[in-house]
């Protein structure tokens, strides 16, 4: 039960923050630093969520 879905993030002061853009925007793959997994049956992930961000460039944090 449940799905994996993936966001979209923005990477800034080694923290972590959410596009949250039409998913279908160009510009929200534009704005974005990298993505997240999340995993099945998680609906909310709370703020301060440890999470892995899988760059499409590489980055120093």
Do not use: Q, T
């Not at 879905?5 to 080694?14: C, D, E, F, P, T």
């Not at 909310?44 to 760059?55: D, F, N, R, Y």
Request: charge should be positive; proline fraction near 7%; include cysteine.
């Amino acid at each position: 039960k449940g799905r994996i879905h993936y966001a979209l993030v923005k990477v800034k002061n080694s923290k972590v923050y959410p596009i949250l853009k039409d998913s279908g925007a160009i510009a929200s793959l534009a704005d974005a630093d990298g993505y997240i997994k999340i995993p099945k049956n998680v609906e909310i992930l709370e703020e301060g969520s440890k999470v892995k961000v899988s760059p499409f460039l590489p980055y120093e944090c």
